[in-house]
């Protein structure tokens, strides 16, 4: 759980989001509509950060109140068991989307399966878009929502299908080669690659067609038969902060293993123009690294750390104190009010990495966050 609170209050949009009380006057427009969860998350996640930026001795901060209210809205985190750390992400920013975001709007049309079907996908993108916003917006939405476009093309008829679905993260494959004659999905060592492999390898693969034939043949609504067909899949909407999940975990029917290949990623300038639609407009984002959560062990045992990015002006000002938003040990200094996109601007900056394990931080070396890298959190660069 710490290691993905700590790479949560290193995203500084969301931080300035409730550093300002933003968030106050939208949980009440959600509690007056009846949410289920009352604002518990948001109001939890707005003690924990408060808590950061108020305290004044050098102990580490213990979020048991943080973690009750995520155990009463998502019971499978309770208990001492090892849980996976994208899924307890996936919740808290389900969670604060719910307690957050604004009521929904009617459409002020409403388009048949048939007319939606006979559209451009850049006109169904936007509709798909639309029909998201309407259904409930929030900042976690606009921060962290992007859009993706499945699309299957029959090898008959060549009929082409569109869906677009909402995503907060991308969970992505690591390639795996084999060296010997083995199938693939063999869990044994020797049937596994301990090669490194590069992030864009691993957005190629998620993006790569995929053939749908015999038993999972595409049902064509035009040839009215199963028949064999392409899938693709690609992006159409870039989120401002784009998490990406390293899908170390594999499993088959017996058994399950961790893959261990090490995956070099870039800190700065990652662009994804390999796995964004040709049409797009705007072009491709670029993105930098801002947190990353890792996991060392097992499948069966582990522990998650969080390596987070923090900025300070360069150079300090003699016996001046720094104090991070990230960091669940505080200095003794108050937290200055975060930096917004609307914030004049700032002077030169120093790129400083630290290494958040359970209570302890300290500073690193930035490259050591790439072993056991499993959770890649990167922002948008205006």
Known sequence: MNSIVQCTLATEYLVSYFAQGEWESDINSNARRGSTAKGKMAQAFS???NETCTRTSSTAISPNIFYRTVCSLYP????????????????ILDGLHEDLRVPPTKPSKTYSEAEVDSWSDEKKARYSWDRFRKDGSSIILDLF???????????????????FDFFMDLSVPIPQSGNDERPLLSFSRRSRSQKPVSLRECLDEFTADE????????????CKKPVKATKRLRVCKAPDLLVIHLKRF???????????????????????????????????????????????GSLHGGHYVAYT????????????????????????????????????????????????????????????????AYVLFYKRRR
């Open 211 to 222: 053939i749908l034939d015999g038993s999972e043949a595409y049902n064509c609504a035009k």
């Open 47 to 49: 003690s924990l950060f």
């Open 76 to 91: 499978q985190f309770s208990g001492y068991s090892q849980h996976d750390a994208q899924e307890f992400l996936r919740c």
């Open 250 to 296: 594999a499993y088959d029917t017996y058994s399950g293993e961790k893959i261990e290949n090490v995956v070099d990623f870039p800190f700065s300038n990652l662009r994804i123009d390999n796995i964004m639609r040709p049409d797009v407009s705007p072009p491709s984002p670029v993105y930098d690294l801002y947190a990353v959560c890792g996991h060392s």
């Open 309 to 372: 990015k923090s900025l300070s002006p360069y150079p300090p000002l003699p016996g001046s104190q720094q104090s991070s938003v990230h960091s669940l040990v505080e200095s003794s200094a108050p937290l200055a009010s975060p930096w917004t996109p609307d914030s004049p601007a700032l002077p030169a900056l120093r790129e400083t990495w630290h290494l958040c394990n359970d209570s302890y931080v300290s500073p690193v070396n930035k490259a050591e966050a790439v072993s056991g």
């Open 145 to 163: 929502g992007g859009l993706l476009h499945s699309s299957i093309t029959c090898h008959r008829c060549k009929y082409r299908s569109s869906t």
